[in-house]
């Protein structure tokens, strides 16, 4: 797996990522080995969040890499917050910011984040209260590098403007572009690494989904995406074809082409797809020896236009 420099910054993380949301229990001996399976193959960028599993998992990596921290590039978030009578709401003050982090820190089990993100954006607090909050935790060593997820161009330039961002991390793939209009072209200007969360669509891109009771009964996030509901899931299945055809002509799954656009593109994108089984991570990791000729890259670009899935959010910017 080769490695890049996190935007802003002298840090080095792998240029592939594992996306960590589903990865809960410590107990579950495939998740901790797939764990230990992207460590051996050079995925070193885990991203997790202190609202995945409400804590566990952050628990679980701070479990599972104990004794291998420094193998490990420890990306977490804040910011989501469970309210008592259900659903969420966005918390950005600084109080809020150092509480957070300082218990996120002992789930961990560890001394320093290595990327710490805003999460969703406080609409009561200006962004340059939170990140200067977010700014005094790298001052004392708690966290390395900044990042802000799922913000606007203007929120983006505020943070940055307070402090140098490194990271920006949005929803991206072939089914939804919309990031290409403004998000994208303003990380290239500002010298931020934009990290891509769903790049598979949430498996869709890796064509084994046909439709919507192919998901497991209890997944009711992805059962709750119009992405895979009648009217969407069809169309979207459709554009899949040229997909197909540029994948088997490299040998490759639909789900390693679509990684392989993402390393192959104009911008600097680290795509973070997530698996709680090896077979799957595997499958992912070896993306990284594709090489995609200028007229395949033409050929997905002209099949998967910007706004042509249907059922995802951004997808038409």
């Not at 659903?87 to 109080?95: E, H, S, W």
């Not at 104009?266 to 499958?283: F, T, W």
Request: glycine share 12%.
């Amino acid at each position: 797996m080769r490695t890049i420099t996190l935007g802003n910054s002298t840090l080095e993380c792998s240029a592939m990522g594992l996306g960590c949301n589903r990865l809960l229990d410590s107990d579950d001996a495939e998740s901790v080995a797939t764990v230990g399976e992207a460590l051996e193959r050079g995925i070193t960028h885990f991203d997790s969040a202190d609202m995945y599993g409400v804590g566990r998992g952050e628990s679980f990596l701070g479990t599972v890499l104990k004794g291998r921290r420094d193998q490990a590039f420890i990306v977490s978030k804040f910011g989501m917050v469970m309210k008592p009578e259900g659903g969420m709401k966005f918390v950005g003050d600084p109080a809020y910011v150092r509480s957070a982090c300082e218990k996120s820190l002992g789930r961990l089990a560890t001394d320093r984040i290595d990327l710490y993100y805003q999460h969703r954006i406080d609409p009561d607090i200006p962004v340059e209260e939170t990140f200067g909050a977010m700014s005094r935790l790298v001052d004392e060593g708690k966290v390395r590098s900044l990042g802000i997820s799922n913000a606007t161009a203007d929120q983006i330039r505020r943070a940055h403007a307070t402090f140098p961002l490194s990271a920006v991390q949005m929803e991206y793939s072939l089914f939804n572009r919309g990031s290409e209009n403004e998000i994208l072209p303003l990380c290239a200007e500002l010298g931020i690494t934009f990290v891509a969360y769903g790049p598979l669509s949430f498996a869709l891109l890796g064509g084994d989904i046909g439709r919507l009771d192919d998901l497991p009964e209890d997944d009711r996030y992805r059962r709750n995406m119009p992405r895979f509901h009648d009217g969407n899931i069809g169309h979207n299945l459709e554009l899949m074809e040229v997909l197909k055809e540029v994948a088997g002509e490299l040998g490759a799954s639909t789900a390693q082409l679509t990684l392989a656009w993402f390393l192959a593109g104009p911008y600097d994108v680290l795509p973070i797809p997530g698996s709680r089984r090896r077979v799957h991570l595997i499958e992912n990791s070896e993306a990284v020896d594709l090489t995609l000729s200028a007229a395949q890259m033409e050929r997905l670009d002209a099949a998967f236009p910007l706004g042509a899935g249907k059922g995802t959010p951004g997808a038409e910017g």
